[in-house]
């Protein structure tokens, strides 16, 4: 089945928390939005806009036939709305594009801050740090099959009212679609070839998984992909530990020319 290949641009307007590790009272964000997270965001958005969203199989329903049918490619912060602003190309990443906010819970009876509830969260900011006034962007890529059920019709309006990442109850990850959805894509498939030299943008497999293989010749740092996931199959719908996937983190450098496949959750894959 054909795919339609979309590249996305959101500005950014609000702070985004993309949860990535605890040290101690600092939250730290990922300096990307993975695939998943988008997956995530636009489950939730057209459950929510076109179906009950009080139903908790709605969403499962929804998220496994945007898993079948869309790929979800990561998104990257980008200064001038065209490259994204990699962090191992720019040593002023940190800098430019990231800030933290302090926060505590309140012992109302002593009226001063409970024991132990202080906390930073780190984010990726709307507007870069030097003047206060140049907008943040997210680049990314979206592949979608060119047959929809009718339960997606409404995906490109989904894209345009997203809201991604933690901390979303006080306003942060909000984003605006500055791509124009109207204009035809791209007949192309979810796939490419890394040139040798050339970093990866993804997570990208290191073993062999559910039937998806490896891609060689990359050496860099490992991380594997893991968290926590809603089982609404389970009586009680309970949380479970997803299985870990093993993979190389985005930045590791490909030895040789390679040829990926994207996954439906973004991550890599040798193409076959």
Not at 47 to 68: F, K, N
Not at 128 to 146: C, F, H, Q, S, T
Request: aromatic content about 10%; some cysteine.
């Amino acid at each position: 089945m054909a795919w339609t290949h979309y590249r996305l641009k959101f500005r950014l307007l609000s702070p985004l928390h993309v949860g990535y590790r605890k040290v101690s009272n600092l939250m730290q964000t990922r300096r990307y939005v993975p695939g998943k997270n988008l997956w995530a965001a636009l489950t939730a958005r057209i459950t929510r806009d076109e179906y009950d969203g009080s139903r908790g199989s709605a969403y499962q329903c929804i998220g496994d036939l945007v898993r079948q049918h869309v790929c979800c490619g990561y998104l990257w912060p980008s200064l001038d709305g065209r490259e994204p602003y990699l962090p191992w190309k720019h040593d002023d990443f940190d800098y430019l594009l990231l800030d933290s906010y302090a926060g505590t819970a309140l012992d109302y009876d002593r009226a001063a801050a409970l024991d132990g509830s202080l906390r930073e969260t780190e984010f990726i900011a709307p507007t870069a740090r030097d003047d206060g006034r140049r907008p943040v962007y997210l680049l990314g890529n979206l592949w979608v099959r060119e047959a929809l059920p009718a339960d997606l019709s409404a995906w490109k309006k989904a894209l345009q009212r997203l809201q991604l990442g933690g901390e979303r109850g006080y306003g942060w990850g909000r984003m605006q679609l500055e791509t124009d959805l109207s204009l035809p894509g791209k007949p192309s498939e979810p796939t490419h070839v890394v040139r040798a030299g050339e970093t990866i943008t993804a997570h990208t497999l290191a073993v062999d998984t559910n039937g998806a293989k490896a891609v060689p010749h990359i050496e860099g740092a490992l991380e594997p992909i893991t968290g926590w996931e809603r089982d609404n199959s389970a009586s009680g719908r309970t949380w479970r530990l997803a299985s870990a996937v093993i993979t190389y983190m985005p930045g590791a450098r490909v030895q040789r020319d390679v040829h990926i496949r994207v996954g439906p959750l973004g991550i890599w894959e040798a193409a076959a």
